[in-house]
T-cell receptor
Framework: AQTVTQSQPEMSVQEAETVTLSCTYD???????LFWYKQPPSRQMILVIR??????QNATENRFSVNFQKAAKSFSLKISDSQLGDTAMYFC??????????FGAGTRLTVKP | NAGVTQTPKFRILKIGQSMTLQCTQDMNHNYMYWYRQDPGMGLKLIYYSVGAGITDKGEVPNGYNVSRSTTEDFPLRLELAAPSQTSVYFC??????????????FGDGTRLSIL
């Protein structure tokens, strides 16, 4: 079974600085997809960024980028120029070709003014 | 722009009671999902559906049932509520499968307590 591990339960960063959230996963699959979701206090789940395992190029969405290391099964999220609105829980997620989707336990990020 | 609507937002049940969590979406999405989120944890998939009349088990289906008679609605049924089912439940939908570049649209969640 696939597992997703987020080893940082809580992190904080000063406004305008850069922070990196870690995620590792375990799978025997070769083709799969990885996601980062943001959950603000409103509890809505918001897709931040997505990465296909067959693509070597790291995904980027504005201030958000990933460092995808397939051999190491690592998928970290970098947030540049952190904003107060980035304060939220961040979940790393994995989905296999069989639609088996697993989430990590989350990292609570606080952006300080 | 209603998106994904879940009702109720909060509910307290007694052990052994049954209830149905409602989920409806107005985006004509084929895929719908039910997740539970326990305190301090990520989401776990309970059931999903790839279209009307088709449902499949996720990671934690025991104690739950679903049906998908229409594209819009995907209710989740708890037959004999147990304290272990105390959680926040999220419904989500997407136009195609989760592996696509189309994100899932989530409802606001239902906070369920079993006492």
């Amino acid at each position: 079974a696939q597992t997703v591990t987020q080893s940082q339960p809580e992190m904080s960063v000063q406004e305008a600085e850069t922070v990196t959230l870690s995620c590792t996963y375990d799978t025997s699959e070769n083709n799969y997809y990885l996601f980062w979701y943001k959950q603000p206090p409103s509890r809505q789940m918001i897709l931040v960024i997505r990465q296909e395992a067959y693509k070597q190029q790291n995904a980027t969405e504005n201030r958000f980028s990933v460092n995808f290391q397939k051999a190491a099964k690592s998928f970290s999220l970098k947030i540049s120029d952190s904003q107060l609105g980035d304060t939220a829980m961040y979940f790393c997620a994995f989905i296999s070709p069989a639609n088996d989707m697993r989430f990590g336990a989350g990292t609570r990020l606080t952006v300080k003014p | 722009n209603a998106g994904v609507t879940q009702t109720p937002k909060f509910r307290i049940l007694k052990i052994g009671q049954s209830m149905t969590l409602q989920c409806t979406q107005d985006m004509n999405h084929n895929y719908m999902y039910w997740y539970r989120q326990d305190p301090g944890m990520g989401l776990k998939l309970i059931y999903y559906s790839v279209g009307a009349g088709i449902t499949d088990k996720g990671e934690v289906p025991n104690g739950y049932n679903v049906s998908r008679s229409t594209t819009e609605d995907f209710p989740l049924r708890l037959e004999l509520a147990a304290p272990s089912q105390t959680s926040v439940y999220f419904c989500a939908s997407s136009p195609v499968g989760q592996k696509s570049n189309q994100p899932q649209h989530f409802g606001d969640g239902t906070r369920l307590s079993i006492l």
